[in-house]
């Protein structure tokens, strides 16, 4: 028992530096794509996330054996030019969060990202050890949905703050008519503007506005059979302060989340990168070796508590089916990976598993199957947004089908990511 | 919710010189929050012409200052919070401030500033309240 608890103190011990994204939460640093094709990555499949406007950071993975840093550095060059007046910089604006069309979801979470590392000389075949450099490009097709309890919040606040429009405005109203006349005609009037205001609002999103222009109309309803201007008055004043509640309650239920906006359901993420080799650290010996696309299909399950709201918990099924292009003096074939991975989060931690086959276009002659795999255990800890306590093991790919075979030896990288986030 | 009423509820007198009488009144609002967790929704309400504006609006005109002048004008400006970013705060306390500007064309008249740092919740409304005046040098 003193060993294992030894073995795992001296990775956590060891001050290795990464820049992965712990996945929970939706705004943290994502690692590049290229560090997948490196091969520096201890983990092959990432959830799909929404990148920063900017993140940088440093990793360590193992190449040639030991751990050695890498730096990547990720943008999202749609929000290079975003301006807001700077007066209205604070207003929420509600379509950024609930809007479930393809092309702002792509704008939203498109990612350019640049990464390097040194490289290994089994991954890379035939090629000199030098420097690797990649590019990576992210793009969420499918951009999944606010989390559930979050949207009804959002419109039970909003409908009560749409009927508090309209009780405000006929109030208003009521206190200039005459007494003694029919008040019908201020109730239409006051649920025309009522309705007018809501179609104007950024703070309403556009999908919502039908259900809560039906919900004003119910409302109305139980106003318009009362002919008594004073009654009426009388029964307003009770219904703000229902109103008040509903819409302070359901806004302090929103504020209570630890991540009230997070995307869960069906999100679709298609990748793309391309890493070059500068073989002896020369630019004259730089070699293009491998380029891959990949398709990260994922479905986040929630299992937050709504009667503690400071527990997020989730559980998150992945997939990936990836190409990956290799040059002929880095591998004679290509490879076509297919892997599944199964994500527990809770809260601040993390707990992972995930399992790829990789099947080899060409292999050498003494080798019998083009077919490998790899799988890899992982658990993360989230200490602050920019550093992330992290434990890889398992059993990784053998670099290049030279040496494919039953992947025998041990992947175990243990450490701390920081990373650099605005 | 937490209501805040400025000057105890009472109507701002403010001055309008002759040189100011015909000129357009415009209003302006902008709620600012403490920290960058929250983002602000909800509306202002103009009760004078019983205009619904955004939270935040920038030179919505009124009338001609001689054409308001002793009559009371109310803004309410009705601010919900909303956490936008991952943090285990509760955001509905976090303070927010909310500001008023009068303007008769771009002359400066006069600005109200009001927080709800006594009382910060989810949902906090801001009265304003003033009266335009002819100036005593008239």
């Known amino acids: 028992m003193n060993r294992i608890c030894c073995f795992i103190c001296f990775f956590l011990l060891i001050s290795c530096v990464f820049a992965q994204e712990p996945a929970l939460k939706q705004l943290e640093l994502t690692s590049s794509p290229a560090y997948v094709l490196m091969g520096v990555q201890p983990t092959h499949i990432q959830r799909p996330s929404t990148p920063r406007d900017f993140a940088a950071g440093i990793q360590s993975g193992l190449v040639n054996g030991t751990l050695q840093p890498n730096f990547a550095m990720e943008v ?94 006929l109030q208003l109203m009521l206190h200039n008519l005459a007494s003694g ?166 809260n601040d931690w ?61 992947i175990a990288v243990g450490g701390v990511n920081f990373g650099i986030l605005r | 919710m937490a209501e805040f009423n400025y000057n105890d509820g009472d109507p701002v007198s403010i001055p309008v010189s002759p040189a100011d009488r015909k000129k357009m009144i415009y209003l302006s609002s902008g709620v600012i929050p403490e920290m960058d967790l929250i983002k602000i929704a909800g509306y202002a309400l103009i009760d004078l012409i019983y205009a619904v504006k955004d939270l935040i609006f920038e030179d919505h005109p009124l009338n001609k200052a001689d054409q308001l002048f002793d009559r009371t004008i109310g803004v309410r400006v009705d601010a919900t919070k909303f956490k936008t970013t991952t943090s285990h705060s509760d955001g509905s306390s976090i303070p927010i401030t909310s500001k008023l500007t009068i303007k008769a064309d771009n002359e400066m008249l006069a600005e109200f500033i009001m927080d709800d740092a006594s009382h910060p919740t989810a949902n906090s409304v801001f009265y304003f309240r003033f009266i335009l005046i002819p100036s005593e040098d008239e």
């Open chain 1, 350 to 410: 993390n707990i992972s598993f995930e399992g790829i086959a990789r099947n080899a276009s060409e292999v050498p002659e003494n080798i019998s199957s083009p077919w490998t795999y790899s799988w890899i255990g992982n658990l993360s800890y989230l200490i602050t947004q920019d550093i992330t306590l992290r434990f890889s093991f398992g059993s990784n790919f053998n670099g290049n089908t030279a040496a494919y075979s039953e992947p025998g030896g041990v």
């Open chain 1, 76 to 169: 999202n060059p749609f929000n290079w030019n975003k301006k807001e007046p700077a007066n209205n910089s604070h207003s929420f604006i509600a379509n950024d969060y609930f809007d479930k069309r393809p092309w702002p979801a792509i704008k939203k979470n498109f990612a350019l990202s640049l990464a390097t590392s040194s490289t290994d000389s089994v991954v890379f075949g035939q090629l000199h050890k030098g420097t690797g450099i990649g590019y990576g490009i992210r793009i969420t097709i499918i951009p999944g949905t606010v989390h559930k309890p979050t949207y009804n919040d959002f419109q039970e606040w909003a409908t009560a703050d749409s009927r508090t429009i309209f009780v405000r405005l």
């Open chain 1, 181 to 346: 006349a029919d008040p019908y005609e201020s109730i239409s009037r006051a649920m025309e503007r009522a309705k007018y205001a809501l179609h104007e609002r950024k703070d309403i999103p556009d999908g919502m506005k039908a259900d809560i222009s039906v919900a004003l109309d119910l409302y109305k309803g139980q106003f318009v059979v009362i002919q008594d201007k004073n009654i009426l008055l009388a029964m307003l004043d009770n219904e703000l302060d229902t109103l008040t509640e509903n819409k302070t309650m359901a806004a302090g239920r929103i504020n209570q989340r630890i991540t009230p906006f997070a995307r869960e359901g069906f999100i679709l993420e298609l990748a793309h990168s391309g890493v070059s080799v500068l073989q002896n650290n020369a630019w004259g010996d730089a070699v293009f070796a491998r380029a891959g696309i990949w398709l990260t299909p994922s479905y986040r399950l929630d299992l937050s508590s709504e009667t503690d709201l400071g527990l997020v918990q989730s559980l998150d099924f992945l997939g990936i089916i990836r190409y990956i292009w290799n040059d002929n003096r880095v591998e004679a074939g290509h490879y076509l990976d297919f892997g599944v991975k199964f994500q527990f989060n809770r």
